[in-house]
């Protein structure tokens, strides 16, 4: 399928657990981009990547690590998950005039 | 460094009455626009963008914002909002010029009362 998807939709699981979040597009984007969405933050940045193997923090980088040894891939890890991020996390990919194509979200929650 | 301020959290409107969105925005240099649709349980979709062409600017689903450089404001409009317009709508701001980082606003849930 053409776009961007994200897997697994919905996450379950425990404090100190590690858990990774797929990103998969079809576009060939250099760029590419992972926020979370929290009510009453809207959107924030936590890591982006210009291409293969670049990558940069964004705004809420911590508890978080990202790689992109593939342009159509940019697995987001929560190497020790907290309560704290328990969020609806997307992943995007920028085409033309800085446009940002969203994929449908993953809803993770820690207990 | 670039901001963008969403003003109203929810906005509650009757079907068939003016839409407007307010967003104002902070930027160094000539800023790229945005507005974003999201629908529950969706990835955010874009609505319109300013690009430095025209300032009134058509989106889909009979959307339009107007780029007022005086006022550093890109407020969404539509006149007859449909029940299906329920959503949250983001303004979201980038610099021109290669930067790539785009910043969002908190958005703007929209209730369309029938």
Not at chain 1, 43 to 49: A, G, H, T, V
Not at chain 1, 73 to 78: E, G, M
Not at chain 2, 34 to 51: A, D, E, H, I, R
Request: net charge positive; charged share 15%.
């Amino acid at each position: 399928d053409a776009g961007i998807t994200q897997s697994p939709r919905y996450k379950i699981t425990e404090t100190g657990r590690q858990v990774t979040l797929m990103c998969h597009q079809t576009w060939s984007h250099s760029y590419m981009f992972w926020y979370r969405q929290d009510l009453g933050h809207g959107l924030r940045l936590i890591y982006y990547s210009a291409a293969a193997d670049i990558t940069d923090k964004g705004e809420v980088p911590d508890g978080y690590v990202v790689s992109r040894s593939k342009t159509e891939n940019f697995p987001l890890t929560l190497e020790s998950a907290t309560r704290s991020q328990t969020s609806v996390y997307f992943c995007a990919s920028r085409g033309v005039a800085e446009t940002q194509y969203f994929g449908p979200g993953t809803r993770l929650l820690v207990l | 460094a670039q901001s963008v301020t969403q003003l109203g959290s929810h906005v509650s409107v009757s079907e068939g009455a003016l839409v407007l969105l307010r967003c104002n925005y902070s930027s160094s240099v000539p800023p790229y626009l945005f507005w974003y649709v999201q629908y529950p349980n969706q990835g955010l979709q874009l609505l319109l963008k300013y690009t430095s062409a025209a300032t009134l600017v058509k989106g889909i689903n009979g959307f339009e914002a107007e780029f007022k450089k005086s006022e550093t404001s890109f407020h969404l409009t539509k006149p007859s909002a449909h029940m299906s317009d329920a959503a949250e709508y983001f303004c979201a701001v980038s610099l021109s010029g290669g930067y790539q980082k785009v910043t969002f606003g908190i958005g703007t849930k929209l209730q369309v009362i029938p």
